[in-house]
Protein backbone atom coordinates (compact mmCIF):
# COMPACT_ATOMS: atom_id res chain seq x y z
CA UNK A 1 0.00 0.00 0.00
CA UNK A 2 1.15 3.21 -0.84
CA UNK A 3 -0.17 6.79 -0.04
CA UNK A 4 -0.82 8.98 -3.02
CA UNK A 5 2.00 11.90 -2.70
CA UNK A 6 0.80 15.34 -2.30
CA UNK A 7 1.22 16.71 -5.56
CA UNK A 8 -0.94 13.45 -7.29
CA UNK A 9 -3.64 14.26 -4.49
CA UNK A 10 -3.41 17.64 -5.67
CA UNK A 11 -4.19 16.96 -9.19
CA UNK A 12 -6.90 14.46 -8.23
CA UNK A 13 -8.74 17.44 -7.40
CA UNK A 14 -7.40 19.54 -10.39
CA UNK A 15 -8.98 16.48 -12.62
CA UNK A 16 -10.10 17.06 -15.88
CA UNK A 17 -12.37 14.66 -17.24
CA UNK A 18 -13.37 10.85 -16.75
CA UNK A 19 -10.83 8.58 -15.33
CA UNK A 20 -9.71 5.80 -17.29
CA UNK A 21 -9.20 2.50 -16.19
CA UNK A 22 -7.81 -0.71 -17.18
CA UNK A 23 -7.82 -4.22 -15.67
CA UNK A 24 -6.95 -7.64 -17.39
CA UNK A 25 -8.49 -10.78 -17.74
CA UNK A 26 -7.58 -14.18 -16.81
CA UNK A 27 -5.69 -14.59 -19.69
CA UNK A 28 -4.08 -11.41 -20.10
CA UNK A 29 -5.96 -9.29 -22.05
CA UNK A 30 -6.49 -5.70 -21.16
CA UNK A 31 -9.94 -4.26 -20.84
CA UNK A 32 -9.81 -0.39 -20.75
CA UNK A 33 -12.88 1.93 -19.62
CA UNK A 34 -13.91 5.32 -18.44
CA UNK A 35 -15.44 6.15 -15.49
CA UNK A 36 -16.86 9.11 -14.03
CA UNK A 37 -18.53 8.13 -10.74
CA UNK A 38 -15.44 7.50 -8.63
CA UNK A 39 -14.07 9.34 -5.38
CA UNK A 40 -10.82 9.52 -3.46
CA UNK A 41 -12.20 8.57 0.05
CA UNK A 42 -8.39 8.11 1.56
CA UNK A 43 -4.87 8.97 1.11
CA UNK A 44 -4.26 5.22 -0.70
CA UNK A 45 -8.01 4.45 -1.47
CA UNK A 46 -10.17 5.36 -4.55
CA UNK A 47 -14.11 3.86 -5.00
CA UNK A 48 -15.65 3.52 -8.14
CA UNK A 49 -19.34 2.78 -8.61
CA UNK A 50 -20.38 -0.22 -10.67
CA UNK A 51 -22.77 0.63 -12.53
CA UNK A 52 -21.97 -0.97 -15.96
CA UNK A 53 -18.84 -2.73 -15.20
CA UNK A 54 -19.72 -5.87 -16.96
CA UNK A 55 -16.04 -6.69 -18.26
CA UNK A 56 -14.18 -5.23 -15.71
CA UNK A 57 -16.24 -6.39 -12.99
CA UNK A 58 -15.21 -10.25 -14.27
CA UNK A 59 -11.67 -9.33 -14.53
CA UNK A 60 -11.76 -8.21 -10.36
CA UNK A 61 -13.54 -11.47 -9.58
CA UNK A 62 -10.37 -13.35 -11.79
CA UNK A 63 -7.94 -11.02 -9.68
CA UNK A 64 -6.86 -8.40 -11.51
CA UNK A 65 -4.91 -5.29 -10.33
CA UNK A 66 -5.91 -1.87 -12.02
CA UNK A 67 -4.40 1.12 -13.51
CA UNK A 68 -5.98 4.57 -12.82
CA UNK A 69 -5.26 7.68 -15.33
CA UNK A 70 -5.87 10.97 -15.04
CA UNK A 71 -5.22 14.71 -16.17
CA UNK A 72 -5.40 17.84 -14.70
CA UNK A 73 -6.43 20.93 -16.52
CA UNK A 74 -2.62 21.57 -17.59
CA UNK A 75 -2.72 18.50 -19.37
CA UNK A 76 -0.41 16.90 -17.20
CA UNK A 77 -1.32 12.94 -16.53
CA UNK A 78 -0.99 10.83 -12.90
CA UNK A 79 -1.50 6.62 -13.17
CA UNK A 80 -2.41 5.01 -9.76
CA UNK A 81 -2.18 1.22 -9.58
CA UNK A 82 -3.29 -0.93 -7.21
CA UNK A 83 -5.20 -3.99 -5.77
CA UNK A 84 -8.78 -4.18 -6.23
CA UNK A 85 -11.87 -5.28 -4.13
CA UNK A 86 -15.58 -5.53 -5.03
CA UNK A 87 -17.90 -4.44 -2.25
CA UNK A 88 -21.73 -4.75 -2.22
CA UNK A 89 -22.35 -3.98 1.67
CA UNK A 90 -20.29 -2.30 4.30
CA UNK A 91 -19.40 1.19 5.06
CA UNK A 92 -17.68 1.91 1.83
CA UNK A 93 -20.34 0.86 -0.35
CA UNK A 94 -23.32 2.12 2.13
CA UNK A 95 -21.15 5.54 1.38
CA UNK A 96 -21.10 5.36 -2.12
CA UNK A 97 -24.46 4.72 -2.65
CA UNK A 98 -26.07 7.42 0.29
CA UNK A 99 -23.68 10.04 0.32
CA UNK A 100 -21.94 10.85 -3.21
CA UNK A 101 -23.30 8.34 -5.94
CA UNK A 102 -26.15 10.54 -8.22
CA UNK A 103 -29.36 8.79 -7.45
CA UNK A 104 -29.78 8.49 -11.19
CA UNK A 105 -27.23 5.19 -11.26
CA UNK A 106 -27.51 1.62 -9.93
CA UNK A 107 -24.40 1.88 -7.83
CA UNK A 108 -24.15 -2.36 -7.97
CA UNK A 109 -21.57 -2.26 -6.39
CA UNK A 110 -18.13 -0.37 -5.01
CA UNK A 111 -14.66 -1.11 -6.59
CA UNK A 112 -12.15 -0.56 -4.46
CA UNK A 113 -8.77 0.48 -5.23
CA UNK A 114 -5.78 -0.01 -3.00
CA UNK A 115 -2.79 2.34 -3.94
CA UNK A 116 0.33 0.24 -4.26
CA UNK A 117 2.12 2.66 -7.33
CA UNK A 118 1.65 6.17 -8.05
CA UNK A 119 3.25 7.62 -11.20
CA UNK A 120 3.47 10.57 -13.65
CA UNK A 121 4.49 9.95 -16.85
CA UNK A 122 7.93 7.19 -16.30
CA UNK A 123 8.60 8.59 -13.01
CA UNK A 124 7.74 6.93 -9.86
CA UNK A 125 6.34 8.81 -6.94
CA UNK A 126 5.08 6.35 -4.51
Do not use: F
Amino acid sequence: MAKIPGVASEAWEQREGAVVMSTVDSKGIPNTIYVTCVQKIADDTIVIADNKLHKTKANIHAGSKASLLYITKEKKAYQLKGSLDYQTAGPIYEDMKNRWLDKKYPGNAAVVLTVEEVYTGAEKLA
